[in-house]
């Protein structure tokens, strides 16, 4: 038995920090060499999963961290290598290189070496045996690509537990000693060239879910291809950040994620399958690049594993040669793994800028947005939708009313039912904004409104510094929630092509009947800094108008938690310990009551309210350039 000391499972107790022994070459300590002897000989190894634990890595931009929950979902124990801190030979700033040609990107051989650090810190730990691990899953950042060379998979398949993965990978396995990181925005001519081959912007997110993107891995791909010719020419296979970390731990070069895959720019999201015209952006032998790509990537809802973990970590650190592998998937994926979400729900994060994930059963892509395949679920994909403003253009208005940056009148004014804007409207941009695709600007507006018709006179200034506040709030959440209405609607493409639906509303490349934005989602989720502003987050709640409730999350780990749940489930559906789909079996388990707080209810009268203002909202949008 082992004592558990967690718990609060949102919470990253008990980190293990490395000691300052990072330039050291990680080594299994003699308790784990005799630990792992011991353990690998017992008789009473079995795959009860009511004795075992499971992996969660996350390799994100600045951290490797693993999770270990068992099979009630609790969390174990967690175990992080921060790059800049723990491995500081590699000088990263913030985990990557931020180079002269304003390029971004992050050396391949520190991955290599945070994982044996890792490992070696979970030999370490006293609080559970490696040997009981029976799934390993996890996230990665997505977009980001490695290239291996000839010799790399011949190398990976002959690891030799004596040596560590940095000498025995590092020197050898790469074609290109560093992957471009999502940050990078160096492949402007690699994007136009992806959206004229198919066109334009709409014509490529029909095909792939999304338009072309810097970060997206087929624009990054094709600029290495085009202006390291010898590299790629070198180059055997490319991986994503998340099939090179599981291809490290199988030992072999596993394939793509189908999920993650949907990063790229290069899958055909509907046929479920590369799309040869886009990959002859990059090369055009398409079966060249195919094979590089190691053929069709795994289906995202299959939950079969990649391989049992290479025999490496066994003899090193003690892991159990059972252990199964499963494919990771990208960071946003895997966050909505974390919790038991159903078609519907939505994830609303409030940081420094607003993302939105949805998960949808609705293919209604949109330059503007993200479509993903929904990693565990069949038939659902996962909408994400990226704000470029969030907290700062709040945080704009509230210095206006507090010198010393309170919260305080900022959320008196949110929440003073005294202060009317009814026939107001404003945008609040001091960063250009991706939805709607604008330059940076603020406008102001009061408006009339008849049936079918909206009359909007610009002002200067409101009344007084509160009604920017509520307007500010309220067309944040506005703009959320017209954005989400297609993935809602069960009917939206065909709404849009009838025009006897009443008067239409036009927002970014959506023209749809009024009526398309009257859906509302089932239950909505808020993390991030601002979901612990109650003031706020109720008036999203009220906007967006979930049916089921709203609810907040603490979630510091929920990329890596998303990654235990997969391997946790993947392990009892295949092995046949559950029937149960994903989201049911995360449902039966999720404990509510620690990991969710209920915030509110979305009052029909007060989403009603809002319903006036989308007119308003469009009207003052289609103003801006
Ligand atoms: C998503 C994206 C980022 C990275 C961060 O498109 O680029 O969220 O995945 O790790």
């Known amino acids: 038995m082992y004592l558990y000391t967690f718990s609060y499972k949102w919470q990253s107790i008990n ?24 353990e690998n000989n017992d008789d009473n190894k079995d795959n009860d999963p009511s004795s075992g634990y499971f992996l969660g ?99 990976l398949r002959n690891l030799d537990a004596q040596q560590t993965l940095l000498t025995q990978l590092a020197p050898k396995a790469f074609s290109r000693s560093v992957a471009p990181n999502w940050q990078d925005h160096s492949t402007g001519n690699e994007c136009k060239l992806f959206e004229s081959s198919c066109g334009g912007p709409q014509g490529l997110a029909a095909i792939t879910g ?63 399958d590369y799309d040869a015209g886009l990959l002859q952006n990059i090369d055009p032998d398409v079966e060249s690049i195919k094979r590089k ?25 003690g892991l159990n040669p059972q252990c199964q592998v499963f494919p990771f998937t990208g960071d946003n994926l895997a966050t909505i793994c974390s919790l038991p979400l159903k078609k519907n729900d939505v994830l609303v994060s409030l940081g420094t800028s607003t993302t939105i994930l949805i998960v949808t059963d609705q293919y209604h892509p949109s330059p503007n947005y993200h479509l993903f395949i929904h990693p565990t679920i069949p038939g659902l994909y996962m909408g994400m939708i990226c704000y470029c403003n969030g907290s700062l253009a709040r945080e704009n208005v509230r210095d206006l009313l ?33 939805v709607p695709s604008v330059r940076s600007c603020t406008k102001r507006a009061k408006f009339t409104k008849s049936e079918n018709d909206i009359n909007l006179e610009p002002v200067e200034q409101f009344s007084d510094i509160k009604h920017d506040v509520k307007n500010i709030v309220e067309s944040q959440a506005l703009s959320c929630r017209v954005r989400i209405s297609p993935l809602l609607s069960d009917n939206c493409a065909a709404a849009s092509n009838n025009s006897s639906t009443g008067y239409t509303v036009k927002f970014d490349y959506d023209t749809f009947p009024i009526s398309e934005y009257h859906k509302r989602p089932r239950r909505a989720f808020f993390v991030g800094g601002a979901s612990r502003n109650d003031a706020i987050v109720r008036t999203f709640a009220q906007v967006i108008g979930a049916t089921e409730g709203n609810y907040k999350l603490e979630t510091p780990n929920s990329c890596a938690l998303g990654g235990c749940y997969k391997a946790l489930w993947s392990y009892m559906y295949s092995s046949g310990f559950t029937k149960l789909s994903f989201d049911l079996f995360l449902n039966e388990h999720f404990d509510w009551q620690h990991d969710a707080e209920f915030i509110c209810d979305s009052e029909t009268e007060s989403w009603e309210y809002y319903n006036t203002k989308i007119q308003a909202l469009s009207a003052l949008e289609a103003t801006l350039e």
């Open 15 to 38: 980190i293990l920090y490395l000691s300052d022994s990072s330039t050291q070459t990680p080594q299994p300590t003699n308790r784990s060499l005799d630990k792992m002897t011991k």
């Open 57 to 155: 890595f996350d390799l994100s931009t600045q951290q490797l961290k693993c999770l270990v929950v068992d099979q009630q979902l609790q969390l174990v124990h967690s175990e992080v290598v921060d790059f800049d801190r723990d491995l500081p030979e590699y000088h990263t700033h913030k985990g990557v290189y931020f180079n002269d040609d304003g390029s971004i990107e992050a050396p391949v051989a520190m991955w290599c070496d945070a994982l044996d650090h890792l490992f070696a810190g979970l030999a370490n730990q006293n609080v559970f045996s490696l040997n009981r691990v029976l799934g390993i899953s996890g996230s990665c950042q997505q977009h980001g690509s490695v290239y291996w060379s000839k010799d790399g998979e011949e190398a």
């Open 210 to 272: 999304s338009r072309a993107h810097y970060r997206f891995t087929g624009p990054q791909i094709c600029k290495v291809a085009h202006r390291e010719p010898e590299v790629y020419a070198n180059t055997a296979n490319i991986t994503l950040v998340s099939n090179f970390l599981a291809s490290l731990l199988c030992g072999y070069i596993a394939p793509l994620e189908e999920a993650d895959a949907c990063g790229m720019n290069l899958y055909d999201i509907v046929n479920r």
């Open 293 to 317: 790509l190691k053929g069709s990537p795994t289906p995202a809802d299959s939950a079969g594993p990649l391989s049992c973990v290479s025999s490496y970590y066994v003899r090193r650190y």
């Open 402 to 434: 507090s010198a010393d940056h309170s919260w305080d009148p900022f959320n008196k004014a949110l929440l003073d039912s005294s202060v009317d804007n009814h026939d107001e409207i404003g945008v609040y941009f001091p960063l250009s904004e991706i």
